[in-house]
């Protein structure tokens, strides 16, 4: 076998029609797959060997690409387009529910729908956030960073009160969204957003949340008016859930406070994150270049023009997952669904419903 | 290695379906082709306005001067000569009202709520357009029941003549002193009706006489002495000829049959999983029944034993609001958000069709928007199709052939506002349909020939091996999905 490698490899140093026809010929002549082999031992130096001549290969194939991109670039051609990976994203199942740009009944049934009043600006989110009716631990502390994300958010305690007498109180009082934070075993593991009036109710699955004080480095948000940013709600059922987020932060984002609150949507998990930012002028590595060489002005001036964004975590990180949305305020009993989960949906891995 | 979901649809027999959804809009449905057409959006008539979300429909689809009657969120029932959808522009229903001299074919009513102020407290969630009287009265009126929420039930007609809608209530009276009615039905004979609803029991109407001939009487309070409150989301009559068989889905999951006949608790009643039942549809044969729920299970249910036959597996995942079978097809219609009037497919044809196939369609609408179409047989999908809106109802126009329809379109488009054009053009399209039938005999009598065969081993061979796997599957599903709504509950036991 090893014999037979060496042989191949020095024929392949010869030229590359070679030796794609030997390598060719090479896989057929020594294609033990290393699920044949019955001996541990030569299995494992069988796929180790496999292994390696995969990564041997890969990494010719890359040397030659880059290459060719450089004679490219100096010889003042093209150089060819750059591959664009196939993820699951991107080889996403066609949806017929995707929403368009011209889509005149989509406006309308966006002007009709239950956050038009408060995206026009016409009444201007009040949040009530509550919790189940155990609470502790990591519990108090996520809404009390809720508190701090969510402008003009009330907390209240839970008491025993039903979810439906809160949402009746919740009307009364003029709050335009309930968040009810539910925690198990101490841990916050789902949350609920209704939207009041007249729904709708949307469950979301919580995962993976890190608290601010857990996060290196992070910042302390102020209390301006945030941006928010929603990526990739693209369906139907993802518009409404983006018009249901958008709907629990007021329309005026102040931009001098530089905090931005980001929902982005990837394979149906909307990941939040909460940020400020800042411009900076970067002066360092001028000085330095300054310093040690004294270039010409010219240059030192179109360097000192250049402006960096920087990013400062504020925390809370965590990532939702819907699991029901629910026409009207909340109801288990009689309600009616727009959407749930349902196990016969997950056909492929490909398939995305926001 | 990824799993693909390449949905066989097989298709559909040609059908045409009427869809309203809360934006008001009407859409016609319609799959073309002898094997396999895959149904399409071919009309939409009105402009997308939320004011004008449609609440309820009713449809005589009769062969010649077919008839529309649909009931509007502002509390006004429109009368629409479906077959010129000119006159289905809400935009020009409008302008009828502003304007007394155009108010042609098409008639608006505007219901006077005597006693409760609002519209929307009170919007109508029952209409019937009667297909008896219109016989025998001129073809230019037709009469209608409306029902309310709070109950104000009423039967008017309607001259649908050159001047605006007089709508004289022939009888007014009320159904129920409280709660809120949330269903009603007229039996096939049409002199007799159910209303039931948020704390009031079944209970059916001679329309004659306007007398409550029946009540239903709640069942007993359960082994722990609870008992659960009143609450009817639908309801309908078992079979065309016998008005005193009565199905009613409740809101706490159950399906009741009462015999009206026999005593009033009901003889039968089942659980059907766990949320409450949305929509229950008759089938032709007197003994089965449709029912969908609130979280988008549709399932066949024989009710002379209360034996679940199947369910309908086909990545429903918004409520179902209405379902609609096909007279004789073995087609059924349902909507997450939407309703459906299936459509009559032309006899010749149809005849051809139907013997070769044992299995019938099926509609229904979902809130998740889309229009389904079963195979009654086979339980399978044949197609879907994506609306956008929520939908409201769904209807069958069961006169339909290809031809016809797009002849209908034709003289919709040239058709101008003006009653004496389109009527000469309603006599000419007449006498071309009948040429067009007598052609399309010869023609449709080869396809028959050919085609239905194809299409019978088809639907033999998958009958044979869906049946099986699909007894298996029912089970297995079934018991997933209650423990899945069961952990649900669990979840939400603290917060509710």
Not at chain 1, 109 to 129: C, M, Q, V, W, Y
Not at chain 2, 52 to 59: Q, T
Not at chain 2, 327 to 350: N, Q, R
Not at chain 2, 465 to 487: C, E, F, Q, T, Y
């Amino acid at each position: 076998m090893g014999g037979k490698r060496k042989k191949g490899e020095s024929e392949g140093m010869e030229g590359d029609n070679d030796s794609k026809n030997n390598n060719k010929k090479m896989k057929q002549k020594s294609e033990i797959l290393p699920s044949s082999v019955k001996n541990k031992e030569k299995r494992s130096a069988v796929h180790a060997k496999l292994k390696h001549q995969k990564k041997v290969e890969k990494r010719k194939k890359l040397k030659a690409r880059d290459a060719a991109e450089k004679r490219a670039l100096e010889l003042g051609e093209e150089p060819a387009p750059k591959q664009i990976p196939r993820t699951i994203e991107n080889t996403r199942e066609a949806d017929e529910t995707v929403c368009m740009p011209d889509d005149e009944e989509l406006f309308a049934g966006n002007d009709a729908d239950e956050f038009s009043s408060i995206l026009k600006r016409d009444r201007t989110p009040k949040i009530l956030i509550t919790t189940c009716r155990f609470n502790s631990t990591r519990g108090p502390s996520f809404i009390s960073e809720l508190l701090s994300v969510i402008p003009n958010a009330h907390y209240n305690k839970r008491g025993t009160y039903d979810l439906k007498k809160i949402v009746e109180y919740a009307n009364n009082k003029e709050f335009t969204s309930i968040i009810v934070v539910h925690t198990n075993r101490r841990e916050p593991d789902a949350l609920l957003i209704i939207g009041l009036p007249d729904g709708p109710t949307a469950h979301f699955k919580l995962s993976s949340l890190v608290l601010r004080k857990d996060i290196k480095n992070h910042g302390n948000p102020t209390s301006h008016m945030p941006e928010l940013v929603l990526n990739n709600f693209t369906t139907r059922l993802g518009h409404r859930i983006g018009r249901l987020i958008q709907s629990l932060f007021p329309q005026d984002p102040n931009f001098r406070g530089r905090r931005v609150v980001t929902f982005h949507n990837q394979r149906d998990f909307i990941f939040f994150r909460h940020h400020r930012y800042v411009f900076e002028t970067k002066e360092s590595k001028q000085s330095d270049s300054k310093g040690k060489k004294a270039k010409d002005a010219k240059g030192e001036s179109i360097a000192k023009e250049k402006v960096v964004a920087r990013l400062q975590e504020c925390g809370p990180r965590f990532t939702l997952k819907l699991v029901s949305l629910q026409h009207g305020t909340f109801d288990t009993k009689g309600g009616e669904y727009e959407w749930v989960h349902k196990p016969e949906m997950d056909t492929s891995r490909r398939r995305f419903f926001l | 290695m990824p799993r693909t979901t390449a949905v066989e649809c097989p298709g559909c027999p040609p059908f045409r379906a009427l869809t309203f959804d809360a934006l008001g809009l009407i859409k016609g449905i319609e799959a073309r082709g002898k094997e396999g057409g895959v149904p399409k959006v071919v009309e939409r008539w009105g402009d997308p306005d939320a004011s004008k979300c449609v609440l309820a429909a009713s449809i005589d689809d009769r062969k010649t001067d077919p008839l529309l009657a649909v009931a509007r969120k502002s509390g006004r029932v429109s009368n629409l000569h479906f077959s010129s959808p000119v006159l289905v522009v809400p935009g020009q229903i409008e302008v009828e009202v502003l304007n007394p001299l155009n108010g042609e074919l098409s008639v608006t009513v505007s219901i006077v709520n005597s006693g409760s102020a609002r519209p929307e407290d009170d919007a109508i969630v029952g209409l019937h357009l009667f297909r008896r009287q219109r016989l025998e009265l001129t073809s230019r009126s037709c009469t209608l029941l409306t029902c309310t929420t709070k109950g104000n039930a009423s039967i008017r007609s309607v001259e649908m003549t050159d001047s605006p809608a007089d709508s004289g209530a022939l009888k007014t009276w009320s159904v129920c002193a409280s709660g809120n009615i949330s269903c009603s039905q007229v039996d096939g004979s049409e002199s007799y009706a159910i209303f039931g609803g948020k704390g009031v029991e079944v209970n059916m109407w001679d329309l004659d006489k306007c007398t409550k001939i029946w009540t239903g009487k709640p069942p007993p309070k359960n082994s722990l002495g609870i008992f659960t409150p009143t609450w009817f989301t639908s309801a309908t009559f078992l079979s065309k000829d016998d008005h005193r068989k009565v199905v009613a889905g409740t809101n706490s999951h159950q399906v009741r049959l009462y015999d009206v006949s026999a005593q009033r608790r009901p003889v039968i009643s089942f659980d059907f999983r766990e949320t409450s039942i949305k929509a229950v549809t008759e089938d032709l044969d007197g003994h089965t029944i449709y029912i969908g729920n609130g979280s988008g299970d549709l399932a066949s249910v024989d009710i002379r034993t209360g034996k679940l036959l199947g369910c309908f597996l086909g990545k429903c995942s918004g409520s179902i609001r209405s379902i609609a079978r096909h007279p004789e097809l073995p087609v059924i219609a349902s909507c997450g958000c939407v309703c459906m009037h299936i459509l009559h497919f032309g006899k010749l044809f149809f005849a051809g069709m139907a013997l070769q196939l044992a299995s019938q369609l099926v509609l229904f609408l979902g809130l998740d928007s889309y229009l389904r179409i079963w195979d009654i047989g086979t339980r399978q999908l044949l197609s879907s199709v994506f609306l956008k809106q929520h939908l409201t109802k769904v209807v069958f126009d069961t006169n339909f052939t290809e031809g016809i329809s797009r002849r209908v379109r034709e003289c919709g488009v040239g058709g101008a506002n003006n009653v004496m054009v389109l009527e000469v053009k309603h006599s000419a399209a007449d006498s071309t349909l009948h040429e067009a039938q007598s052609i399309g005999e010869v023609q449709s009598a080869d396809e028959t020939e050919k085609l239905p065969t194809k299409r019978k081993k088809s639907s033999k061979e998958d009958r044979g091996s869906r049946k099986k796997a699909s007894k298996v599957k029912d089970g297995s599903k079934k018991l997933k999905s209650k423990k899945r709504s069961k952990s649900l509950e669990n979840e939400f036991a603290d917060d509710a």
